[in-house]
């Protein structure tokens, strides 16, 4: 691996080694949101690649309506994200640090047939150097809270894509709330994620983030929140950005 300075907290990478055998067979309630989130990732990136007019007229209503379009799903993990928007018919390239991550994924992803998905160890930093401007499309989804550099993990991530191509980000804002819910809620009372998966310092607003995102030349188009449900076990987009939030934004020529 290059020297390339990377935004990896290496104690995340740690615990994501210790979580990776689990990725696909934790415990019924962490599987359950998990899988579930993709209720309000997959529509959050429809409408943005269909606003950008990347997905095909003729496509539309289909089930394979992403077909064609390269995504780069950053922190990629044990592949969560990658196999959908594959089995939607995207090209997907996922990248994570954690090489344990990396295995369960490519294990996994033998489930499949025909997937066109290239899973790669490597820091997004690394990753860009060489792969600039490759991609439609992407996803940094529930990520920017687990580096230390978010400003270098979004300029790595924006390098990676074409002029008119949309990010998509999903993370937990920085406000008493967030930490409530996500901390002492799903942590410590439910036991939703291990105790200490998350650190309240890394959290960031969306104002930052969006920041940060135009100096890199990306204009926000979008940013709402969602919410779990935990007597139905839905998840649902909401006004209400307080805890956890969307955001998408359109790289400019």
């Given at each position: 691996m290059s020297e390339t300075k990377s935004s990896v907290?290496?104690?995340?990478?740690?615990?994501?080694?210790?979580?990776?055998?689990?990725w696909w067979e934790s415990k019924k309630k962490t599987k359950f949101l998990l899988q579930t989130i993709e209720e309000v990732r997959i529509p959050l990136v429809k409408s943005g690649l269909t606003d950008a007019g990347l997905i095909k007229e003729a496509n539309q209503d289909k089930s394979n309506m992403f077909e064609g379009i390269k995504i780069l799903d950053v922190g990629s993990g044990g592949g969560r994200m990658a196999e959908p928007l594959a089995i939607m018919g995207a090209d997907v390239t996922g990248v994570d640090p954690t090489k344990e991550m990396v295995d369960v994924a490519k294990e996994h992803l033998k489930t499949h047939e025909n997937l066109k998905i290239d899973y790669i160890c490597d820091t997004i930093e690394n990753y860009s150097v060489n792969n600039k401007e490759k991609f439609d499309a992407v996803t940094i989804f529930d990520v920017t809270q687990h580096v230390k550099d978010v400003h270098q993990l979004l300029k790595a991530s924006v390098d990676c894509l074409k002029p008119g191509g949309r990010v998509f980000i999903t993370t937990w804002n920085k406000t008493f709330i967030a930490w409530f819910f996500l901390i002492f809620l799903f942590e410590w009372l439910l036991g939703i994620f291990p105790r200490g998966a998350h650190d309240f310092k890394y959290f960031i607003s969306p104002d930052k983030i969006s920041g940060y995102l135009e100096e890199f030349n990306c204009k926000t188009v979008e940013v709402k929140g969602f919410w779990y449900n935990l007597w139905n076990k839905k998840w649902s987009f909401t006004w209400y950005t307080g805890v956890f939030y969307t955001m998408q934004a359109i790289k400019e020529a």
């Open positions: 907290l290496e104690s995340e990478v740690e615990k994501f080694t210790i979580y990776a055998s689990k």
